[in-house]
């Protein structure tokens, strides 16, 4: 006996701004999906990826009210398309097909159709109501993390290391404007401090460009809201045991006899 016929529960359209090469890597990016999305998932445990696509099983939010699904996804670039299915739990047999037609650089006309097994009618359609919520939610936030990703690509590379420096002013009045976000080689570090001692890290996570200037540096460590990277800020280490570093690293100079502070390269 083969699988349940699909019938059409609802369909999502709008224009992204973001290449269809952006797009096809958020897709790929099954990492993010329980950090930019926690509150629609609260985990993803990978069973395995390739270039085309990925397996992993999923929960939702909240956690304890939820059950697993195993999801896969899968591109054809010569679309361009993918498809996510539900391979087991709940929503077993849904297929959610994502076409894209590039309409300009940077923007993307996107229609998601939403395929569910048979069902009454009025179910079949409250089902694909909710994965329109769902969907919009997402499409969303991956948009806006799509638009950064472009941004710090096309931005200028820091030059190697050097003995660049920029004052920062007298220390005394310094932590009163902290956290303070500085320019230094085409990079931007956010100064902090950290039980008294002052810090600098980049704003930008080393792994795809997130926004750590808007993490928390709570007890010395960032954390990156796309991924869960997490850094120890006065070292410039791996915090949570994924080997990840900054690429980039800065240091807050005192002159002991000016009282003057400088952010150095280095």
């Not at 349940?4 to 990016?29: G, K």
């Given at each position: 006996?083969?699988?349940?016929?699909?019938?059409?529960?609802?369909?999502?359209?709008?224009?992204?701004?973001?290449?269809?090469?952006?797009?096809?890597?958020?897709?790929?990016?099954?990492e993010?999906?329980?950090?930019?999305?926690?509150?629609?998932?609260?985990?993803?445990?990978l069973i395995e990826a390739s270039s085309g696509g990925w397996r992993a099983r999923v929960r939702g939010q909240p956690a304890e009210a939820s059950e697993d699904a195993e999801i896969e996804l899968v591109l054809?670039?010569?679309?361009?398309?993918?498809?996510?299915?539900?391979l087991s739990g709940r929503g077993a047999g849904t297929e959610i097909w994502t076409?894209?037609?590039?309409?300009?650089?940077?923007?993307?006309?996107?229609?998601?159709?939403?395929?569910?097994?048979?069902?009454?009618?009025?179910?079949?359609a409250q089902v694909g109501r909710a994965y329109v919520r769902l969907y919009t939610k997402l499409w969303d936030e991956d948009e806006?993390?799509?638009?950064?990703?472009?941004?710090?690509?096309?931005?200028?590379?820091?030059?190697?290391?050097?003995s660049a420096s920029v004052p920062l002013g007298p220390e005394s009045g310094l932590r009163e404007r902290l956290p303070l976000e500085v320019e230094l080689e085409h990079e931007t570090f956010r100064v902090v401090a950290v039980e008294r001692e002052l810090h600098a890290y980049p704003v930008v996570?080393?792994?795809l460009g997130g926004p750590l200037g808007q993490a928390p540096g709570a007890a010395g460590v960032v954390a990156c809201p796309w991924h869960g990277y997490r850094f120890d800020l006065r070292s410039g280490e791996s915090a949570d045991g994924r080997g990840l570093c900054f690429r980039l690293r800065a240091r807050v100079r005192v002159n002991p006899e000016t009282g003057m502070a400088f952010l150095e390269s280095g």
């Open positions: 006996m083969g699988p349940a016929p699909l019938v059409p529960a609802a369909a999502y359209a709008r224009t992204i701004r973001a290449s269809v090469e952006r797009i096809f890597e958020n897709a790929l990016d099954w993010h999906l329980p950090w930019l999305h926690g509150d629609s998932f609260s985990r993803v445990d054809d670039p010569s679309g361009p398309r993918y498809v996510t299915r539900t076409l894209l037609e590039p309409i300009g650089e940077q923007r993307t006309r996107i229609r998601v159709e939403f395929c569910v097994p048979r069902l009454e009618a009025q179910i079949a806006e993390m799509m638009v950064r990703r472009t941004e710090v690509l096309s931005r200028p590379r820091g030059r190697p290391v050097g996570c080393p792994h």
